[in-house]
Every structure is written in structure tokens, then in C-alpha cells.
């Protein structure tokens, strides 16, 4: 079993009117790699996949080793208490891609090495399996603490911001403009695991994938549910189709999470739009090539209508209400509105989803949970608390407040929702002390002047009922501080 784990990273600074701090090397998508190779620092050098890849998939044949930026612990060997369940996990490559415009994406792949006798028998098995992967402690270069796999896309993309940008120079970093998105699992199952998809698994038919078995559903693991593709051959499939279906869904994951990224910095106001400018013009073109790409039946000889219309079935497709998105875009050509709102709204409904686990003694475990927004909304996160969540975000956004405290107030707000996101039925307290402290924080921030003794509190307040979710509380420390800084309030320890 190969288990692959990609986090897509948007970089919308490349849309931003103006010079900005953003390197211009590597030359994504075609980095040279052969006599003194560019790089990505903190990450590694360009290198040639050693497979290659199909010659239609722009981009995807040379790539940036991501070895310096994310490390594991000592993984577990072979022979262990649960390697009869779990097998034996080993690193099979780092990498980073980019498309040279606003999509890059780190993927790592886990091999678990299993004999034909131990293969596959369970549906509870496979799960195990996963999760054991995507629960791994692992490290991010610059930051402090082990934290589980699932847990490090925030942290990557910080690290790619810092490793993209000039270290000496006036224009602005703009690190609101560089943000991970929702992270995929893809599970290539060898020749042997022949694994049966649960009953609320969202199946592609086989004909419109080259006669691969392929199927969609939600694992949980200890920062939330992952999205999680299983594929596997079914005699004769060679394994060059299932590889190709494999970096197909890899390449779709990553473009959908940039484009809705750019729509949100847009909403967000952190990327302006000014209509018939160079700038403008750019963003349009973009916006426009992405939904027409997505919009296609068929992409590197795989029926990406009957991918994206699972994906859509099992949740994985929604997004916010799209209005303040074309709000921001007022001045845009008629055809490139048309285009975003019909996108945004086939993405906007909320579903409920099917998301499984396997407990102590390898039981598997059924929970239900809600999608929204691109973002997965636990058992915690009912209509009260997202509202609470949601309403607090709109009195920043109605305010008077200078530009930067809203971007910051902003991202305090995204790292509040995937906090509680990663909180189970039994925390639904902490959750509740989480938003209504968020809401006082908000409310207060954006006043003329606020008082110190009372955003200090309610940001301590915000920390400690984070904290319950150990992987969550240094990046709500890190946004809480970056609004308190800019208040010219002394930061939380």
C-alpha cells in the first residue's frame, strides 16, 4: 500500500497589483535540475521524476525534493505490537511542485510494507492503516514541537512563504497571501489488498477511469477528517494507469483548493482587484482559464466529470455563498462574473458525510459529520457554533478597521474554525468558550480604541480553550499574537 498525502499551497501574491517580495527562482514549471540545480530553500534542490509522467501534464515531471522541510520521527519498525494491523511505514519520497503561477503543493508518500499472507482483509483494516499514517509525528523545519502529518499544512506554508521571498527588500511579504488549503489522501492498494468500500463510499464507475476501482470517503484523524481516495487494480490494470489516475487526482485537488483560495483572498479583501488594469487583467484570465479547465469532461485521458461529481457527492466540493467574492470582482467583464458565480455556486451547499475510524482493537467507528465550505465541519461544529464563528467574522468585515488587523483578524478566524473543527462531541464546551471568546476578541479589536486589559483576556481565553486540540495551539497563538502586535498590545506567552 502506498498512501500519499498532499497539501496544496496557494500563493495569490502573484496577482497582487505591485512588486512584492516573491523570488522569481526556481523558473517553475521547468526548474533547472541537471548542473548546479535551483532550489527552494528550506526545502531542497530540483530534481527529475524518475518516473516521469505523462508529457500532456505540464509541470509535473521535474520537482523540488521537500526532505529539509518536513521530517518524521523515528518510524515504527517492523515486527511491532500493531504491525499485524498497521504494517510497516516507510518514507518514499518528499516533493514539492508548482505551476509557476499561484499553485504549488508538498506531497509525501508512505510506503507500508506488508506480505501477500498479511494483506488486506478488512475495511477496518484499510482504515487503520491510513490513519496510522496520517497520525505520524513529524516535524516542520523552524517550528517548534513533533506535530501529527495531518497537522502540517499550516506550517508548510509558512515555511514556503519565508523560503520564497527576498530577505532583503522594501516590497512587502504579504504572508496573508500565502495559505495551505485542505489537505488529500490518495491510497494506492497493491496487488493483493483487495479491500471492500464502505456502504457510504462514493464510487466512480470503473469504465470512465480505465477499469481501476476507485473510491472516495472521510477518515478521521487526531486534527479532523481527511478526504481520502483509495484506488487499486483490478487484474489485468497495469500499474502505469494506476499511477496516472493517481497524479490525476493529485493535480485536480491542488487546483480546485488554489482557486478557491483566490476567490476567498478576494472576498477577504487581502487581494485587491482593480478592473482593466495589468493586475486585473491577469486575475481575470485566470479565474477564467481555471473553471473553463475544471469544467472539462476529460484531462490526461481520465473522465474528470465523473471525479469532480463524486467529490461533489461525498461533500468534498462545497464552498461558501459566493456574493461578497463578486462583490469584490464588481467591474470585471460580464463573461468572467458569469463564470466565478456559477463556479462558487455549484460548490456552495453544505452535505452531510460519512466519516470512519478505527478504534482500540481495530473496531471501526461511523460518525456523522457536515462539509462546508471546503472545510470539514465536526460533530461539534453545529449551526450555532459556525454561526457564532460566521457573525463574528462579519463585524470585522463591516468595520472601520485598517486593512491589516482585518487580513489578521481574518486568519484568526480560519485557524479558529479548524480548531474546532478538530474537536470531538465530548469538547463542544471548549468549543462554544472558543467563539464566544473569538467574538469578544473581534468585537473589541476593531474598535477606535480598544481597551488592552480586555482583547489580552479574551485572546488568553481563546488559547486556552485551544489548547484541548494540542497540534491547534500554536497556530492560534501565532494569529493571536499577530493582532495584538498590531494593536500595539504586548503578545500572549
Same mark, same amino acid.
Given at each position: ?23 522569481? %527562482? ?35 515531471? &521535474?520537482?523540488? *525534493?521537500?526532505?529539509?522541510?518536513? =521530517? ?6 517492523? #515486527? ?5 494491523? +498497521? ?42 492503516? !491510513? ?27 509558512? %515555511? +514556503? ?8 527588500? *522594501? ?32 464510487? !466512480? ?5 480505465? /477499469? ?13 477528517? !481527511? ?22 487526482? %493529485? =493535480? ?64 468534498? #466540493? ?18 468572467? %462574473?458569469?463564470?466565478?458565480?456559477? +463556479? ?13 475510524? !478505527? ?13 462546508? #465550505? #471546503? ?13 457564532? &464563528? ?8 463591516? *468595520? ?87 494593536? /500595539? &498590545?504586548?503578545?500572549?506567552?
Amino acid at each position: 500500500m502506498l498512501v500519499v498525502v498532499q497539501f496544496p499551497i496557494c500563493d495569490s501574491r502573484v496577482f497582487f497589483p505591485g512588486q512584492t517580495a516573491r523570488l522569481q %527562482l526556481p523558473e517553475w514549471p521547468t526548474p533547472r535540475f541537471e548542473v548546479n540545480p535551483q532550489f527552494v530553500r528550506h526545502f531542497g534542490p530540483a530534481a527529475l521524476r524518475r518516473l516521469g509522467a505523462n508529457p500532456a501534464w505540464f509541470g509535473e515531471t &521535474i520537482y523540488c *525534493s521537500a526532505r529539509r522541510a518536513l =521530517r518524521f520521527d523515528a518510524l515504527p519498525s517492523a #515486527g511491532g505490537r500493531n504491525d499485524e494491523l +498497521y504494517g510497516s511505514p516507510v518514507c518514499a519520497f518528499r516533493r514539492f511542485f508548482s505551476d509557476g503561477r499561484n499553485a504549488a503543493r508538498v506531497e509525501v508518500g508512505v510506503h507500508l510494507r506488508r506480505g501477500w499472507r498479511s494483506s488486506l482483509r478488512s475495511t477496518a483494516r484499510a482504515v487503520g492503516q !491510513v490513519q496510522s499514517v496520517l497520525d505520524l509525528p513529524t516535524h516542520v523545519q523552524g517550528m517548534a514541537g513533533p506535530a501529527a502529518l495531518m497537522a502540517q499544512g499550516s506550517p508548510l506554508a509558512r %515555511l +514556503y512563504c519565508r523560503a520564497s521571498s527576498h530577505r532583503s527588500t *522594501s516590497a512587502p511579504v504579504l504572508p496573508e497571501l500565502v495559505q495551505d488549503g485542505s489537505p488529500v489522501c490518495v491510497v494506492e492498494l497493491g496487488r493483493y489488498e483487495d479491500v471492500e468500500p464502505p456502504d457510504d463510499a462514493v464510487i !466512480v464507475d470503473e469504465s470512465q477511469v480505465g /477499469g481501476i476501482s476507485a473510491w472516495f470517503t472521510w477518515i478521521r484523524t487526531g486534527v479532523g477528517a !481527511v478526504g481520502t481516495w483509495f484506488i487499486g487494480p483490478q487484474p489485468p490494470i497495469s500499474t502505469t494507469n494506476l499511477r496516472t489516475l493517481r497524479l490525476a487526482l %493529485l =493535480r485536480l485537488h491542488s487546483e480546485q483548493e488554489a482557486l478557491d483560495l483566490v476567490l476567498k483572498h478576494i472576498q477577504r479583501g487581502d487581494l485587491p482587484y482593480a478592473p482593466r488594469t495589468p493586475a486585473g487583467d491577469q486575475l481575470e484570465d485566470y479565474l477564467n482559464q481555471m473553471i473553463h479547465l475544471l469544467r472539462r469532461d476529460s484531462r490526461f485521458s481520465v473522465a474528470q466529470r465523473e471525479l469532480i461529481a463524486a467529490l461533489a457527492a461525498s461533500g468534498a #466540493g462545497a464552498a461558501k455563498d459566493p456574493d461578497e467574492q463578486l462583490d469584490r470582482l464588481r467591474g470585471a467583464r460580464r463573461q468572467s %462574473l458569469r463564470q466565478v458565480e456559477n +463556479y462558487e455556486r455549484e460548490r456552495q451547499a453544505q452535505r452531510p458525510v460519512t466519516v470512519y475510524s !478505527v478504534e482500540e482493537g481495530g473496531v471501526l467507528k461511523v460518525e456523522q459529520q457536515n462539509i462546508s #465550505g #471546503g472545510t470539514f465541519y465536526g460533530p461539534v461544529i453545529n449551526s450555532i457554533v459556525a454561526g457564532k &464563528i460566521d457573525r463574528s467574522f462579519d463585524t470585522v468585515v463591516n *468595520s472601520s478597521a485598517p486593512d491589516d488587523l482585518k487580513r489578521a483578524l481574518g486568519s484568526l478566524h480560519d485557524e479558529a474554525r479548524m480548531t474546532v473543527a478538530a474537536m470531538t462531541d465530548s469538547q463542544q464546551g471548549e468549543a462554544n468558550r472558543l467563539t464566544d471568546a473569538l467574538t469578544t476578541f473581534s468585537e473589541h479589536a476593531v474598535k477606535d480604541r480598544p481597551l488592552q486589559e480586555v482583547v489580552r483576556a479574551a485572546g488568553r481565553e481563546i488559547l486556552e480553550a485551544a489548547k484541548i486540540v494540542a497540534a491547534r495551539a500554536e497556530p492560534i497563538l501565532g494569529a493571536v499574537n499577530t493582532v495584538l502586535g498590531i494593536l /500595539g &498590545i504586548a503578545g500572549l506567552a
